[in-house]
């Protein structure tokens, strides 16, 4: 027996957690980077050609409205880029929310269906002991610091092979504050189990190793899936011992 995902029910009448209207919120944004009145701008304005927002000030623009909107799922540098106006990017962001209370239904759809290992998958690291399940869902410390050096060296232009944990973004790499939040976009792309970083948190950390150990802080739990997952594998491993 399969039941229907609701999934219109996601997208229909969001209201953001903080009770503030993400159209006004990001006319604000906009008017705060920019230098233009938030009375001036218009739905229908062309990001780039009528307000000159280009793609960095974009990701910086976007990366603002996701501090103000926790609930706001990662949103793609492309996806960003294929929204012209100001108004299709506002109503891009009120899809992407969720309803009041933030709860998806769909979700909880699946967890009446899927089995319990499956239902846990995506917020679980797999540590069952025996190397299977969905490691790679759980951003773990040991592979926030390859990512971040693969992305640094993208943006940058440095081999990442001369990256060094101990480098300074700033003094050594020439890396400034809108340069972070390009990366930091990127990473969260990469890893979008990461908890979003705040402009101010990213600007209190100075080296890569503050910047990885400060992500890896953030990361879920590694003994948080452990607890959940080894119920339905210890009943198998039973059940194999009983029929040998």
């Known amino acids: 027996m399969f039941l229907k995902p609701q999934v219109a029910l996601n997208t229909q009448h969001p209201t953001p957690e903080n009770g503030q209207d993400p159209g006004m919120v990001f006319m604000s944004i906009i008017s705060e980077k920019t230098g233009y009145p938030a009375e001036m701008l218009e739905l229908g304005m062309d990001m780039e050609a009528d307000l000159g927002i280009d793609s960095i000030k974009r990701v910086e623009i976007m990366w603002s409205l996701q501090e103000q909107f926790k609930e706001l799922p990662q949103i793609g540098a492309n996806e960003v880029a294929e929204l012209r106006t100001v108004g299709q990017i506002i109503e891009h962001i009120k899809s992407l929310l969720p309803p009041s209370g933030g709860e998806v239904v769909v979700q909880k759809t699946n967890l009446d269906l899927e089995p319990a290992p499956l239902s846990v998958s995506a917020g679980s690291p797999g540590g ?77 950390l100075r080296t890569l190793k503050e910047i990885v150990d400060h992500l890896s802080s953030l990361a879920p739990s590694e003994t948080a899936g452990k607890s959940i997952i080894p119920a339905p594998v210890s009943a198998d491993s039973d059940s194999v011992k009983k029929n040998s």
């Open 128 to 204: 069952n002991g025996n190397g299977s399940g969905a490691v790679s869902s759980d951003p773990v410390s040991g592979e926030i610091a390859p990512a971040l050096l693969a992305v640094i060296g993208e943006k940058t232009g440095y081999p990442a092979e001369m990256l060094e944990l101990g480098m300074d973004m700033e003094a050594d790499l020439g890396i400034d504050s809108i340069k972070r939040v390009e990366i930091m976009w990127s990473l969260q792309e990469q890893l979008p189990h990461l908890p979003q970083v705040s402009g101010s948190e990213m600007s209190e």
